[in-house]
């Protein structure tokens, strides 16, 4: 393990790759907003950010070498939003429900990069100062 590998950062990493495939779903519900017939779909955030660390979790056990299972490749499970307004061309896409959800991904992403920050700034700060008296 190196000493970027801590649980932290695989949490974090976790974290932003699910973070980023909800993101890419609400650009799409947004592209198909004049889509007729299109339904709108999400996902659960917790429930694959849970799936996502337990997966992660599972190939380590299982041998999976260092970096070789990456989260590019993460496919959320995601399921057709129910209980939305339809318009009378059968498309339920909401511009005030995905622009509320999009933000929300920006301001999670925006945490999820600060504290990655603060992880890389912990690790500069040991290895600068490594060696050092007061």
């Not at 949490?11 to 004049?34: C, E, G, M, P, Q």
């Not at 005030?96 to 999009?102: D, F």
């Amino acid at each position: 393990m190196s000493m970027t590998e801590t649980s932290m950062m695989k949490a974090l990493s976790h974290f932003l790759d699910v973070d980023v495939a909800r993101h890419k779903l609400i650009t799409v519900n947004l592209a198909n907003i004049d889509t007729p017939g299109y339904r709108t779909r999400d996902m659960d955030f917790r429930a694959e950010l849970r799936r996502a660390s337990t997966e992660a979790a599972g190939a380590e056990l299982a041998g999976t070498e260092p970096g070789s299972l990456h989260y590019a490749s993460f496919t959320p499970v995601v399921r057709t939003v129910r209980g939305l307004i339809e318009r009378p061309d059968g498309n339920n896409v909401s511009v005030e429900r995905e622009s509320l959800l999009l933000a929300e991904t920006q301001l999670r992403f925006n945490l999820g990069v600060q504290l990655l920050k603060g992880q890389f700034h912990t690790i500069s700060l040991a290895i600068n100062s490594g060696g050092t008296t007061s």
